[in-house]
């Protein structure tokens, strides 16, 4: 059933039993290439919330967990282009093995940025896991992107911890804009 949020209409997209099959398979990729290491997860805030906490029931090696903040929506459905650091990453990452865990990557501007901050801090290594690809929007070198849960065409999608101004991070399904 199609929702509303705000004033625009949004259909029914990716199903939560959907969302934690990948989740699941995700977590057991993880388990197996982490098996002699302790990676830190840093989770973008606040996007990432959900899947981050669903990924991490699902990872079974020693590990660690921090989250950043990130912002580059200020409402609205198109991104504004500038990124602000709202909140920074708060423990010593040198030597570390990353794995940071996204919502969603559009253009991989955010990630470009992100990719840049942790890369200066000397990590060992840095893995990528998003909930959400969309490939076509990929302009920014991000590299590869090593756990994609679902690649997905340019539309605009709430749900499971993404918002449309402020709204729907608590659905537990993911919904796309609906155009009729
Ligand atoms: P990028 O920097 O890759 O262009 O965009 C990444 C950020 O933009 C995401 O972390 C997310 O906050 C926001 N974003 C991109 N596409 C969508 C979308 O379809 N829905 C929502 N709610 N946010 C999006
Ligand atoms: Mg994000
Ligand atoms: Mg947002």
Redesign the pocket.
């Given at each position: 059933m199609n929702i509303t949020i705000n004033d625009k209409d949004f259909e029914p997209f990716i199903e939560h039993h959907l969302i934690e099959k990948r989740t699941r398979l995700i977590g057991i990729q993880i388990n197996l290439e982490y098996e002699k290491r302790v990676p830190v997860f840093i989770g973008?805030l606040?996007?990432?919330f959900m899947f981050m906490a669903d990924l991490m029931k699902e990872v079974n090696v020693s590990c660690e967990t921090t989250f950043v903040k990130?912002?580059?929506?200020h409402g609205g459905?198109a991104?504004s282009g500038n990124?602000t650091e709202e909140l920074s990453i708060a423990m010593n990452i040198k030597n570390r093995d990353i794995i940071i865990v996204?919502?969603?990557?559009?253009?991989?501007?955010?990630?470009s940025?992100l990719l840049e901050k942790i890369k200066a801090l000397e990590p060992a290594s840095i893995k990528i896991a998003t909930l959400?690809l969309?490939p076509d929007?990929?302009t920014?070198d991000v590299g590869e992107i090593d756990y994609v849960g679902f690649e997905i065409a340019n539309?605009?999608?709430?749900g499971y911890g993404?918002?449309?101004d402020g709204l729907?991070r608590n659905l537990k399904d993911i919904y796309r804009l609906y155009v009729g």
């Open positions: 973008v606040n996007g990432s990130l912002a580059s929506y459905t991104s990124i996204e919502d969603i990557i559009d253009t991989g501007r955010t990630l940025f959400l969309k929007a990929l920014f539309d605009f999608v709430v993404l918002d449309y729907g």
